[in-house]
């Protein structure tokens, strides 16, 4: 009985918890929420001097980088945990298994300090004049603008190499979990290595992979130290990949310690948004998966 009750309170802390991050930031948030209303979220402007402040700047930042790191890290992530389990020899997918376990150990800020010092200068030197010079995509939008390293394709590209161990971790995990009489059956009939984890693997996990993406996904979302090393923490709005920006939570680290008064109460608005939207990501999660679960015959 005991035990029961300790893992209930444990439980409903949870719960507490959470609606306690809800309250507390709601309430710092109240003078900017009256002070700016809705327009808020659609205003470009970043003033602390005339105190006049909006959030589309970090959102667009916080949305262009995440995009493009989960563009790039869940096929990457895909092709790497097939690779492991299906194709490459046991001692070869030991070997691999173990670096991604270690490269998801790895603290952000290092990410950050070797993003800043080496990959930047990379990005730079070779990566964007390749990019919009030798194969002349300078003309558009996306590519045009100066080198100089840092901005949002940079952050994106960390952002990726962050979330890519924790998604094949998990997809890798999923595609060991499918029973090999399975696979064995789909072989027997004659399929092809990527039929059979296509129709059998992929269909026997799906909850998995999505999972996996979700994690990765919201790790992306939120991830701060990295990012503020090397976006250039600028709130404009750019159609340039090469451009500096800002997210929610770099805007965060960076301005917080200085802010007063309004300034703060903008801070907490912006930690209440990111929070709602990592609570709509997880609950959109949780719905696409029962309906997953649903379609595949699983139940509720």
Not at 194 to 204: A, G, I, K, L, S
Request: aromatic share 12%.
């Amino acid at each position: 009985m005991l035990f029961r009750h300790l893992t209930l309170i444990s439980a409903v802390m949870i719960i507490i918890i959470m609606a306690g991050f809800f309250v507390q930031l709601l309430f710092h948030s109240l003078p900017a929420i009256e002070k700016f209303g809705i327009s808020f979220f659609f205003r470009n402007e970043w003033d602390p001097v005339r105190l006049e402040f909006g959030a589309a700047g970090p959102l667009y930042g916080t949305l262009v980088t995440t995009l493009i790191a989960m563009l790039i890290a869940v096929p990457l992530s895909f092709v790497i945990a097939l690779f492991l389990v299906e194709i490459a020899p046991p001692h070869l997918s030991r070997i691999i298994s173990q670096a991604i376990d270690l490269l998801a150990a790895v603290p952000s800020i290092i990410y950050g300090m070797w993003g800043l010092f080496y990959f930047v200068p990379f990005m730079q030197n070779h990566v964007q004049p390749f990019l919009a010079d030798t194969l002349y995509l300078k003309h558009i939008p996306l590519f045009s603008g100066p080198q100089m390293g840092f901005g949002l394709l940079t952050a994106g590209l960390i952002l990726a190499l962050m979330v890519l161990p924790f998604i094949t971790a998990v997809m890798r995990d999923v595609f060991r979990m499918v029973p090999s009489v399975v696979k064995e059956s789909a072989y027997g009939a004659g399929a092809t290595t990527w039929e059979v984890t296509f129709d059998v693997t992929m269909r026997y996990g799906m909850q998995g992979l999505l999972g996996a993406v979700f994690l990765g996904l919201g790790r992306a979302i939120g991830e701060t130290m990295a990012v503020l090393f090397i976006i250039g923490n600028s709130p404009e709005i750019s159609t340039s990949l090469f451009s500096s920006g800002t997210t929610i939570s770099a805007i965060l680290a960076n301005k917080f310690a200085e802010a007063e008064g309004i300034y703060k109460n903008v801070l907490f608005e912006l930690g209440l948004t990111l929070l709602v939207i990592t609570l709509l990501i997880q609950v959109a999660a949780q719905w696409w998966l029962n309906k997953v679960r649903k379609s595949s015959g699983g139940g509720l």
